[in-house]
């Protein structure tokens, strides 16, 4: 997607290299976490955002760090009560930990929308479970490569005590929950989409604009 003057929101963006940081692009990117160790504020965020919406009205370019913005708050906290909307939204390996049982699937797509303009669009990285599935077959096989492919399966299936996996996912599944959402529309899946030493899949999702209108980078 091209981001160029765009508004971006990183929702449970983690822990975030220098290489995973936007900066220079034209782009407000807004990362979101609650574990981030940061003192920034909502309010924080809403004046530097103001401030690049003048910025980009009078033609001035952001400054390099200037567009990139870290807060500690809860998703969910963040999406209910900030009062401007995002033009691109990434969801990286967090839906994943919304339970479908509870309706937390639906109530994060319904956030998502929500906090979002219309013709904008939503990028989701989770697990597929057909893969982690093949995996755990190939497992069963082979002792070493089983022992090889033990963090990676329990990770990637169950992740930690603190902070579950609580639904799961594979293309046919994603095409239900949005199916049942009824608000994005779904542009592709790539099923085995490489981010950070690990396959996931990639659901690249659109509100309010026609298929052939999707911009590609």
């Known amino acids: 997607m091209k981001l ?5 929101l990183h929702i449970g963006a983690g ?10 692009d034209g782009a407000f990117h807004v990362y979101l976490d609650r574990g981030y160790p940061f003192t920034c ?22 400054t390099v760090g200037g567009s990139s913005h870290f807060i500690p708050a809860d998703i969910f906290e963040f999406l209910d009560q900030f009062p401007f909307q995002f ?7 967090i839906f994943e930990h919304q339970e479908y049982c509870s309706g937390e699937i639906g109530r994060l797509f319904e956030a998502c929308n929500n906090i979002s303009k219309d013709n ?6 989770v697990p597929n479970a ?14 070493e490569y089983s022992l090889n492919n033990m963090l990676v399966l329990n990770s990637e299936f169950c992740n930690i005590k603190a902070d579950p ?3 799961i ?33 990639k659901i690249e999702c659109f509100k309010g604009m026609g298929n052939k209108e999707w911009i590609q980078e």
């Open 41 to 62: 504020t909502m309010r924080d965020v809403m004046d530097s955002l103001v401030k690049w919406q003048a910025d980009v009205i009078n033609g001035v370019h952001p």
């Open 120 to 125: 904008s669009t939503l990028d989701i990285l």
């Open 15 to 24: 822990k975030v290299d220098c290489a995973d940081i936007h900066n220079g």
């Open 165 to 167: 996996h609580g639904s």
């Open 130 to 143: 057909e893969i982690l599935a093949t995996l755990l077959l190939e497992c069963e096989k082979d002792l």
């Open 169 to 201: 996912w594979t293309p046919r599944l994603a095409e239900i929950y949005l199916h049942q959402e009824a608000t994005w529309e779904l542009h592709n899946i790539q099923s085995a989409h490489h981010h950070k030493g690990r396959d996931y899949m």
């Open 87 to 93: 033009d691109h939204i990434e969801a990286y390996r």
């Open 4 to 8: 160029d003057k765009k508004t971006v």
